[in-house]
């Protein structure tokens, strides 16, 4: 049986490469996400010559006859890659091919804007210093041999007399249908040619459910450190797939399993582990840090056993435990989630302060005093390794850092107008945001602890919806400027001015006066008079 895949878009491919005598595959991620259906945002083609392997040129040959054909855009060419690709709008073809029910059922997995790439058949040699291989043409075998994993390295041809045929010649189907992660070759040869596919495996893992294979992720142990010669913003493109995946827990854990976090996120590596002294320990902060991030993202958290245990489960069970999990994953990853990566990170490294400020004291037990501004001074030295940006999502993450306890700390105590209004000054526009996170760090055992911090929490988000109304705090500044200040008293830029804005401030937070020009502007006058400043007449 064919296998149907975009026929709208791969027969118009497929008659083109048949014009220029070419063999054409569909390969790699969209065949994947084709049988999981999955959104499909571009799709490879792999083209091959008749003359034994082909030329570097007939990929973009044929990009330029189907981009004609298809009505797409211009084609960007990569001579020394032997690449090239282009975009074509795939509403517009949806629209004229209306009537096609089951094929427009594809297309519902499909971007609007869709990306075609087109390559020729190659195989990959590696240096033992460089992830940057050595490119020859080569065969469809040799192209399927070169993928990182075996459900990466389906094929599907779209020539006229071969359309929908399926080569399959690691076993890429059974590992789908088993949510299985392989190589195709020796893992120890496939991570050391290039270290990255290891992000990648963990990267899978987390989008898919799918269950890295015993040996190979032994052998990702194995390799760990030859992630080193990885640039840091190609092993940041993972990390943060792994992050935005349906649960980043499940990557996380086995990113920390193997020994790469170690060497990507030692931050978060060194939160992992319990310290007991007179018989009282601490919660592990590690796995309490990822429930905060699997609580960020909406959806429970699977247990350590669900979907990668390499500590020795049954083998005889293997298959079908890992099916069953499988569909759960799926049935989750359909869920609607948080998609903002920034709160994420911040969830993720809400906690890195507390290994550097943890002490145990014999009455109050274990304490991390101050862990939040420490943690917040940690970020941006992590940013910059991982070259993550360093504007406003920095900040952002930096503020919801420093500022994780203080929600908290309100609900434990008395809620007072005072602090609620300086809780939405400091945190602005982030303070849903903050309060999100604040209840995800909520993670206790204990069903009354909970049950108490979240009415208490409550309590705290109605006192800071009726303030913001009524007060109108939220990245509010003083009602009386430094210019009015300077204006008022005939004065250029001092200290004095400082000191009366912060006091209009203070009393504004504190309730002492409402935030308002007429009452700031008397408070004002008051000020200066006892700092010995008079006004100037106008």
């Known amino acids: 049986m064919a296998i149907e895949l975009f026929p709208e878009i791969t027969r118009v491919i497929g008659r083109e490469a048949d014009r220029l005598g070419v063999d054409a595959y569909i390969v790699g991620g969209v065949v994947r996400d084709f049988f999981l259906q999955r959104p499909c945002t571009d799709i490879d083609i792999v083209c091959i010559g008749h003359d034994n392997g082909g030329e570097v040129h007939i990929g973009i040959e044929l990009a330029k006859a189907s981009s004609r054909a298809l009505g797409g855009s211009k084609v960007s060419v990569f001579k020394n890659f032997g690449t090239a690709s282009f975009r074509i709008d795939n509403s517009k073809l949806k629209n004229d091919n209306s009537a096609d029910t089951a094929n427009n059922s594809q297309f519902s997995i499909l971007n609007s804007q869709l990306e075609l790439e087109f390559v020729g058949a190659r195989r990959e040699s590696y240096s033992r210093d460089s992830r940057k291989p050595i490119v020859e043409n080569g065969t469809l075998e040799d192209d399927q041999r070169r993928r990182d994993f075996t459900v990466n390295a389906l094929a599907v041809c779209i020539n006229h007399d071969r359309y929908g045929e399926l080569v399959d010649p690691f076993g890429g189907i059974r590992d789908l249908d088993q949510g299985i992660l392989r190589t195709p070759l020796d893992p120890d040869i496939t991570f050391s040619d290039d270290p990255l596919r290891m992000m990648r495996a963990l990267r899978f893992a987390a989008q898919l459910g799918f269950r890295i294979d015993d040996s190979t ?234 049950r108490k911090h979240k009415a208490n929490f409550e309590l705290v988000k109605q006192k800071l919806v009726e303030l913001e109304e009524r007060d109108r705090i939220r990245n509010f500044q003083p009602p009386v400027s430094g210019e009015d200040i300077m204006t008022t008293f005939g004065i250029g830029p001092c200290h004095e001015i400082g000191t009366i804005k912060d006091a209009i401030k203070d009393a504004i937070l504190d309730g002492k006066i409402p935030n308002e020009r007429d009452a700031a502007w008397h408070m004002m006058l008051d000020l200066a008079d006892t700092l010995g400043l008079k006004p100037v007449n106008n």
């Open 217 to 450: 992720f032994e052998a990702i142990a194995r390799n760990a450190k030859r992630i080193e010669i990885v640039s840091a913003e190609r092993i940041t493109v993972e990390l943060n797939k792994i992050i935005l995946s349906p649960n980043p827990s499940l990557g996380l854990k086995l990113m920390q399993k193997c020994g790469l976090m170690q060497l990507i996120l030692p931050e978060i590596s060194a939160l992992q582990g319990v310290e007991t002294v007179d018989g009282r320990g601490h919660k592990d902060i590690f796995y309490h840090t990822l429930q905060v991030l699997d609580n960020i993202c909406l959806t429970p958290s699977p247990s350590p056993t669900d979907f990668q245990d390499f500590d020795g489960p049954d083998k005889s069970s293997k298959p079908k435990h890992n099916q069953e999990n499988l569909q759960d994953f799926q049935d989750l990853a359909k869920r609607e989630t948080n998609g903002n990566l920034w709160l994420r990170w911040a969830a993720l490294l809400h906690d890195i302060g507390k290994p550097g400020v943890k002490r145990y004291d014999p009455k109050q037990g274990w304490t991390f005093h101050g862990h939040e501004a420490r943690g917040a001074h940690m970020v941006k030295r992590l940013f910059k390794r991982l070259r993550l940006p360093l504007g406003a999502e920095e900040r952002y993450v930096e503020k919801l850092v420093m500022l994780h306890m203080r929600p908290i700390i309100l609900s434990e105590d008395i809620v007072t107008d005072s602090a609620v209004r300086r809780l939405l000054f400091e945190a602005g526009d982030d303070i849903d945001d903050l309060m999100l996170l604040c209840n995800a760090d909520i993670t206790s055992k204990n069903p009354d602890k909970v």
